[in-house]
């Protein structure tokens, strides 16, 4: 496989106004932002680089970003027929470095169902109405950083082909050639097993893949 993902084209942006507002109210100034309740009431000053703001913007879009926005992100992808013999071992390893890269850089989160999180981390009936206005509770970006977690275990562990091995001990015994015992036709003996423990962890793999399948439109910083 080679893949070569090229970056994206680079509008003008305009960000007078925005960075204004962040360093003067804080980042997340635009959740409490209003004109009419006691929160984040802007200035005439304000909004004069708001105006200021919007008229470089239409500025850029038609002299730089004309000629950008002609360009298209560059994507190469070829594919070896070996790929695809095992494509979740293939997968694994770009995935898992991109969802830690990913956890590193996020400045947001999106809403998580409470049923896909630990007991401490859902939502009471009162933080889940305030979604509906569009506020979050202080659980909201431990729940998303406990899904990414997750996500993020279970990669790694498919990157490991030999899990199992810490549920199971054998020792080794002569070959028996005849036994209708598979380990014992190979030479080992089964001495120790945590079957329960084995499936404990492949339970909570399988529910980081779908927790990935779910979240997927959501993975982006």
């Known amino acids: 496989m080679k893949v070569k993902i090229g970056n994206y084209p680079n509008r003008w942006i305009?960000?007078?106004?925005?960075?204004?507002?962040?360093?003067?109210?804080?980042?997340?100034?635009?959740?409490?932002?209003?004109r009419d309740k006691e929160t984040v009431v802007p200035s005439r000053f304000d909004n004069s680089i708001e105006v200021l703001e919007d008229v470089l913007q239409h500025i850029y879009n038609w002299t730089g970003n004309l000629i950008i926005d002609r360009f298209e992100q560059s994507i190469y992808v070829k594919l070896d027929?070996?790929?695809?013999?095992?494509?979740?071992?293939?997968?694994?390893?770009?995935?898992?470095?991109?969802?830690?890269?990913?956890?590193?850089?996020?400045?947001?989160?999106?809403?998580?169902?409470?049923?896909?999180?630990?007991?401490?981390?859902?939502?009471?009936?009162?933080?889940?109405?305030?979604?509906?206005?569009?506020?979050?509770?202080?659980?909201?970006?431990?729940?998303?950083?406990?899904?990414?977690?997750?996500?993020?275990?279970?990669?790694?562990?498919?990157?490991?082909?030999?899990?199992?091995?810490?549920?199971?001990?054998?020792?080794?015994?002569?070959?028996?050639d005849k036994s209708t015992d598979f380990g014992e036709r190979l030479g080992l003996e089964l001495v120790w097993q945590d079957e329960k423990g084995r499936r404990k962890h492949q339970k909570r793999m399988t529910n980081g893949f779908k927790l990935f399948g779910k979240y997927f439109e959501n993975l982006w910083d």
């Open 14 to 34: 305009s960000r007078i106004h925005t960075n204004h507002m962040e360093k003067k109210y804080g980042f997340l100034w635009e959740m409490n932002y209003s």
């Open 81 to 176: 027929p070996w790929d695809t013999w095992s494509m979740d071992h293939t997968l694994a390893p770009i995935i898992h470095p991109m969802l830690v890269q990913l956890k590193e850089t996020n400045h947001g989160a999106p809403n998580v169902d409470s049923a896909d999180v630990p007991k401490e981390l859902r939502a009471n009936k009162k933080e889940v109405a305030a979604y509906k206005n569009g506020d979050v509770d202080d659980k909201h970006f431990d729940r998303w950083n406990w899904i990414m977690d997750e996500m993020i275990w279970a990669f790694k562990q498919k990157l490991n082909d030999n899990w199992e091995e810490q549920y199971y001990e054998y020792k080794d015994v002569p070959v028996n």
